[in-house]
């Protein structure tokens, strides 16, 4: 009986994590980037960012639907900081089903970006954005010294259609959770562990259920005989 209410407390989870979508992107942290006392500065850009001392952010992403100008949307920027060199990590959006959304997740490190024009352009213009909006508020604080660091990139396009002009003409800001996980042993990602352990749990208890009802059988078989 309790084995019943667990399969159906697993198939609620499964359900559960059906009705929200994914995207991800896996990566390995570089070596520590030197950051000068008196250069580019960091705190400027006003990013939101992610650590392993704040593993996920809760946002409102706005979207827009694809252009020939913006074929993937609204462009977003974070920092993933305090990463340990060598480290697998991966970084995952989850938004809900019901707002249909395509997203893009890319890491890059500081160089890539900074030589690389149109990303460069695009992350000033973000940071600008958020400076105007937010002014103070969320700001990454980064301190000169030598430490891992890469940027997100993602980019949120409007995945659906309605006749409903208003909604096509400013598609509604989609709620996301972009969340940093880092791998265990460098194979398996630290948030999946009581998943883990759980199947794990499941597979033993069923292998045991199936002894005892092999046995029971058995002996019901072997009476049978008698
Ligand atoms: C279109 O969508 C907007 C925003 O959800 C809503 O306020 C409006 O009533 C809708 N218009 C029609 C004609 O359904």
């Not at 009986?1 to 499964?14: S, V």
């Not at 252009?67 to 480290?87: I, T, V």
């Not at 980064?142 to 660091?149: E, V």
């Not at 292998?207 to 072997?222: D, E, P």
Request: hydrophobic share 45%; with cysteine.
């Amino acid at each position: 009986m309790n084995l019943m209410l667990l399969a159906g407390f697993l198939f609620a989870t499964l359900l559960a994590t059906a009705e929200a979508n994914t995207e991800k992107t896996i990566f390995v942290a570089p070596p520590p980037t030197t950051i000068p006392d008196a250069g580019p500065s960091f705190d400027n850009l006003n990013l939101y960012s992610l650590s392993p001392d704040h593993l996920s952010l809760r946002l409102s992403l706005p979207v827009a639907f694809p252009s020939e100008e913006q074929p993937r949307g609204l462009d977003s920027w974070y920092l993933l900081q305090g990463l340990s060199e060598a480290q697998r990590y991966e970084v995952r959006i989850c938004w809900a089903a019901v707002q249909p959304t395509s997203f893009w997740l890319d890491v890059y490190d500081i160089t890539h970006v900074f030589d690389t024009p149109d990303l460069i352009t695009s992350l000033a213009a973000y940071s600008e954005d958020r400076t105007e909006q937010f002014a103070s508020e969320a700001a990454s604080r980064l301190s000169a010294g030598s430490r891992s660091i890469l940027f997100l990139h993602v980019r949120s396009a409007g995945d659906f259609f309605t006749t409903n002009k208003t909604l096509m003409q400013s598609p509604p800001a989609v709620g996301v959770d972009i969340i940093l996980d880092p791998y265990l042993a460098n194979i398996f990602p630290q948030s999946l562990v009581p998943t883990g352990a759980y199947i794990a749990v499941l597979a033993v208890g069923s292998w045991l259920l199936s002894g005892i009802i092999w046995k029971r059988l058995f002996s019901g078989s072997k009476q049978h005989v008698d």
